[in-house]
């Protein structure tokens, strides 16, 4: 039979190029937003974070922008590689104990 | 760092049996958790502990499932009996009083 499951949105994109994967999250009174990398057969991995009082954030290869108007969240990878390929999921925390974590975005670099 | 680490990483077990899945967090981290993920429902919270106290455990399916931490380095998420739905990747994670939490590699359980 036909499986059903979560059908995440992909993003395909050349190797070399940048890559803007978005999230919109659900809470306005989220102070802490994060982005997290999983790997097939991984868990997942801490990439970039941000708090609510700042609207971008610069790592290597990767910046983070908030904007708290329409609660939207996105991650840019600058030059694209192969080993970005992986699912990316945002998460959102309002200063308790839990994060919220949105479906996942497939990023897939095609070389 | 050796970061969180989990086992079995993987477990294959029968309909009916019990299982025990393992989580030492990472040594001065005060909150952890237990996830569990699927391609139906994706990344759920299943309970979690601060202190070694489950605070919240409204995500835990049913009685079947159980989680204890015994003390700050070790804490086990138990099936018993275990269905063929249990079948997932089972995640633990633990933080500091931040918020960004440190995952573990997981533990993929094939229940027959």
């Known amino acids: 039979g036909e499986s059903v499951g979560l059908h995440l949105p992909t993003l395909s994109v050349q190797e070399g190029d940048n890559s803007i994967i978005n999230c919109a999250y659900s809470n306005s009174a989220s102070d802490y937003f994060i982005w997290y990398k999983q790997e097939s057969g991984k868990g997942p991995q801490f990439i970039i974070d941000?708090?609510?009082?700042?609207d971008k954030r610069q790592g290597q290869r990767v910046t983070v922008l908030l904007n708290k108007t329409v609660k939207h969240l996105s991650l840019q990878i600058a030059a694209t590689q192969p080993g970005d390929s992986a699912v990316y999921f945002c998460a959102e925390n309002n200063g308790g104990n839990k994060l919220v974590f949105g479906a996942g975005t497939i990023l897939r670099v095609k070389s | 760092d050796a970061g969180v680490i989990q086992s079995p990483r993987h477990e294959v077990t029968e309909m009916g049996q019990e299982v025990t899945l393992r989580c030492k967090p990472i040594s001065g981290h005060n909150s952890l958790f237990w996830y569990r993920q699927t391609m139906m429902r994706g990344l759920e919270l299943l309970i979690y502990f601060n202190n070694n106290v489950p605070i919240d455990d409204s995500g835990m399916p049913e009685d079947r499932f159980s989680a204890k931490m015994p003390n700050a380095s070790f804490s086990t998420l138990k099936i018993q009996p275990s269905e063929p739905r249990d079948s997932a990747v089972y995640f633990c994670?633990?933080?500091?009083?931040?918020?960004?939490?440190?995952f573990g590699p997981g533990t993929r359980l094939t229940v027959t």
């Open positions: 941000i708090r609510s009082n700042m």
């Open positions: 994670a633990s933080r500091s009083d931040r918020p960004k939490q440190y």
